[in-house]
């Protein structure tokens, strides 16, 4: 059974440093979504990463897929205080790819 | 105004008492979803459906019926509330097919059990 892990699960940064958000999930998956979720708020679609070696970009956001790896990354350039939030991966549970699986979500802070 | 609408967002009730989270869509989306987000463990799929009469188990289905008549309601039944069920839970819709597409998620309702 699809297991997705996100690491870390807190992160402090300060503005204008770069990091990296780890999503890794136990056996093959056809998609690796990215979203974001604010306090109090509902998701939001950032990224669907569909084959290997996808790599996508939005603003200070960029998510690449490795399917061999079974990793995902989400790298934050430059970061913002506008980027703190959680960050949630999920991924499709084979073989019914319309069950998904989420990581537990990365709460980002970004100080000034 | 493309969205996901859910009612009531706020609902505190007692063990037993019998519950409908009702979700609606105007999407025209084949695809809809309940999931439940708990603290630490993420969203958590409990059923989904892919069109009208077809509907499936996701992750923690247990204590939840749904039902899907109409393509654009997707109904979250508690028949008898337990505490343990006190959650946020979010709907979700998104197009069947399409690979590129993603969910589109509701406000989410507050659920508290007492």
């Known amino acids: 059974e699809l297991k997705v892990e996100q690491n870390p699960l807190f992160l402090s940064m300060q503005e204008g440093k770069n990091y990296t958000i780890y999503c890794n999930y136990s056996t093959t998956s056809d998609r690796l979504y990215w979203y974001r979720q604010d306090p109090g708020k509902s998701l939001e679609s950032l990224f669907v990463?569909?084959?290997?070696?996808a790599v996508k970009q939005e603003g200070r956001l960029m998510a690449s897929l490795d399917t061999k790896a079974r990793l995902s990354t989400l790298h934050i350039t430059a970061a913002v205080h506008d980027l703190s939030a959680t960050y949630f991966c999920a991924a499709e549970n084979r073989p019914n790819n319309n069950d998904m699986r989420f990581g537990a979500g990365t709460r980002l802070t970004v100080k000034p | 105004e493309a969205q996901v609408t859910q009612n009531p967002r706020y609902l505190i009730t007692v063990t037993g008492k019998k519950l409908t989270v009702t979700c609606s869509q105007n999407?025209?989306?084949?695809?809809m979803s309940w999931y439940r987000q708990d603290p630490g463990l993420g969203l958590r799929q409990i059923y989904y459906s892919m069109n009208v009469e077809v509907t499936d188990k996701g992750d923690v289905p247990e204590g939840y019926k749904v039902s899907r008549k109409e393509k654009r309601n997707f109904p979250l039944i508690l028949e008898s509330p337990s505490p343990n069920q006190t959650s946020l839970y979010f709907c979700a819709s998104g197009r069947q097919g399409m690979s590129s597409e993603t969910q589109y998620f509701g406000p989410g309702t507050r659920l508290l059990v007492l």
């Open positions: 990463l569909l084959s290997n070696g």
């Open positions: 999407m025209n989306h084949e695809y």
